[in-house]
């Protein structure tokens, strides 16, 4: 019986766990893209990027899981033609995986690779909601990981560049770049509002091609409302509308989400915000 007990476990916590390590499932869903370092199709970054934008990431991350008692691994697995990204915990160890089949796809931006990062930092770090599910509370939720990338990561990664010059070269779209001056009057953080955005375009451009759809746009959010939240990858439209809006919520980079409870640290309706909140067409507000 104790044995029952335990596969029973371990099938469970498998099961629940968010994003897989054999590179199958994880950013995106289980998909049979290669794109091997010699492709006819590469494009995307180079592994001087490729690895530029970890190490940037990782300097910023690495002493906060220190903090916290964990370590983080990073591996960078440019020579694997796998189109994703995914972490995992491993007792102390936080680990993520970025593969070069994902950096060289021709939809990714530098800055879109330094989302899908903060990404998966964001499913260690990125607090509640959690995935629900037996033995697998460690995991923000997927659209919770998407909104921690903007919110805070992306943000602090971006903080000290040239954001104005980056930006100056990004085309970005009317919609993106007059929304985000209506809620940020500093051009600092109006311009690092406009670079969250286009990364995340960036990536919800790789959701489309991999699923076959239409791009998504800032003009066209997701009007669906869902009844309760949703744990699993949203619609790429979603998506992009959860980057944007963590882009536009004001709350501080510096303020730390809660690891149980989803209102501290970010923008929520309670709290008496209209802009910068989890769309609701993965995010189920809880009742005040």
Known sequence: ?????????????????????????????????????????????????????????????SPIASNLGKKLNIARKWTDATVNANASQSGSNW???????????????????????????????????????????????????DYFANLKCLR???????????????????????????????KDDKNLCIRGGMAGMSVANLFAALRSKPAAKFETPDANIVTKTDDAHPAHQCRLDTYFQGSLCDVGMNEDVSQKEEVQGTCHKSNGYSVGLRPLCWFKPKAN
């Open 156 to 186: 602090k990664t971006f903080l000290n560049d040239d954001n104005a010059a980056i930006v100056a070269t990004l085309n970005a779209p009317e919609s993106l770049v007059n929304a985000c001056a209506k809620v940020w009057a500093n």
């Open 1 to 61: 019986m104790k044995n029952l007990l335990l596969s029973l476990m371990l099938v469970f916590s498998t099961a629940a766990i968010a994003c897989s390590e054999d590179g199958k499932s994880g950013f995106v869903e289980e998909n049979d893209l290669s794109i091997p370092v010699d492709s006819l199709r590469m494009g995307g970054l180079t592994e001087e990027q490729f690895n530029n934008v970890i190490d940037r990431v990782e300097a910023i991350y």
């Open 95 to 145: 680990n993520v995986n970025m593969y070069g089949g994902l950096a060289r796809h021709e939809t990714i931006t530098e800055d879109g690779f330094a989302l899908v990062l903060c990404h998966e930092t964001g499913h260690l770090l990125g607090g509640a909601p959690k995935i629900a599910g037996f033995m697998n509370k460690w995991a923000s939720n997927e659209g919770q990981a």
